[in-house]
């Protein structure tokens, strides 16, 4: 087989682009399999053994074969696998480590390969620096021919690719992870947060700046621009924004500016605090975030749950239900009542509370909730 330099050049944007998709590692093997020239291909990036199924993706096997723990090689046939043990980053196939008729008299070939057409296999093991490992698998049927110099000498070529791949995908992975859970402390948090680009587009909303967008007057977005409903108060924000912006810009310190939002007359309003994006000094392009707006309602209930109190502050669990209900603005008679018990009783309980925070008073009690780590709970 031949590639000119074109089609190579196009298989490696193909195969670096894929990074940027839902699912990149699974998404590199049917570009790679059409190049090479095969029927089907696996990759394992964690391969089975006794009490791990193994993570694998393929492409051009039949769905019992390739989807689910359960799948034959998972269950029982990668104890037989002979590609085992394979000098990382060399490619080899597998008519070098059996014969025709050894490999068709053994229990892998007849009961996995043989069912599905499989004969000739065109490996290769792949150890990226940060410890995540590969294992390539190129598959034809029986009716084609071996795999010759000009496939191995192709895959060996992509290696080094496959390597980085490899690496980004580890990168942006672990990037992905924290900014979910960067996301999800502000969402329990209850801040909205919304990110505007240089052009004060809207990019990005959180889960709370959603709900709050969907549930409170106030604030809108018309199109992809956010606006606040009085027109003093808009004003007031853009300007808030464009301050930030051109500070940003201009490479000068920018401090956060804050402003109340009203909502409806019986309503303390919304929280907003406006403050720029850091940026690398060679980031340049359009749509890059530049501008986090972030948004507090005071009648958010706090998210957390009496439980977590009880173990953060090693509270009884009636204890732990009027810190909850205090927190969220009652006063002591309220919580009281809405725990079925007297004043009395309640006054009770707040005295243990004090003397097992280190408290004395209601407001140093609900301040020391807010502040703990009890909404990430």
């Not at 059409?34 to 492409?59: A, Q």
């Not at 499989?118 to 190129?138: F, T």
């Not at 406006?274 to 707006?293: D, H, I, K, L, T």
């Amino acid at each position: 087989m031949e590639i000119s330099i074109d089609k190579y050049s196009s298989l490696l944007e193909t195969l670096y682009a894929g990074l940027l998709e839902r699912n990149p590692l699974q998404n590199l093997l049917a570009p790679l399999g059409r190049v090479m020239g095969v029927e089907s291909s696996v990759l394992m990036l964690r391969r089975p053994s006794e009490l791990d199924t193994g993570l694998i993706l393929s492409d051009g096997l039949s769905s019992s074969e390739a989807e689910g723990p359960d799948n034959p090689y998972s269950s029982y046939f990668y104890k037989l696998d002979p590609f085992t043990n394979l000098p990382e980053g060399q490619v080899v196939s597998l008519d070098e480590f059996v014969s025709a008729e050894a490999l068709e008299n053994s229990e892998f070939y007849q009961q996995l390969l043989r069912p599905q057409g499989i004969y000739h296999i065109l490996a290769v093991d792949i150890l990226e620096e940060s410890g995540i490992s590969a294992s390539l698998r190129l598959q034809r049927d029986g009716d084609r021919d071996a795999f010759g110099d000009e496939p191995r000498q192709l895959l060996t070529l992509l290696v080094p690719h496959l390597r980085q791949i490899l690496r980004l995908y580890h990168q942006l992975e672990n990037t992905e992870s924290e900014r979910s859970l960067f996301e999800s402390a502000v969402n329990q948090l209850s801040v909205a947060c919304i990110i505007l680009d240089e052009n004060r587009r809207v990019m990005r909303t959180n889960s709370g700046a959603e709900q709050l967008l969907t549930q409170k007057d106030g604030i809108s977005i018309r199109g992809d621009s956010l606006h606040l409903s009085t027109r003093q108060k808009n004003q007031e924000f853009q300007k808030a924004v464009e301050d930030t912006l051109a500070a940003q810009r201009s490479g000068e310190f920018s401090m956060a500016q804050a402003m109340s939002v009203p909502t409806t007359p019986d309503s303390p309003g919304l929280g907003l605090v406006v403050r720029p994006v850091p940026r690398r000094e060679w980031f340049e392009g359009q749509s890059a975030p530049s501008v986090a707006v972030f948004i507090s309602d005071p009648e958010q209930e706090l998210t957390t749950s009496a439980e977590v109190l009880r173990r953060l502050f090693d509270l009884t669990p009636a204890e732990a239900r009027l810190s909850l209900l205090l927190a969220d603005g009652n006063t002591l008679e309220q919580a009281s009542k809405l725990l079925g018990n007297s004043t009395h009783t309640g006054r009770a309980h707040l005295r243990a509370i004090f003397a097992k925070t280190g408290v004395t008073q209601q407001t140093q009690l609900v301040s020391l909730i807010l502040r703990s780590v009890a909404s990430m709970g």
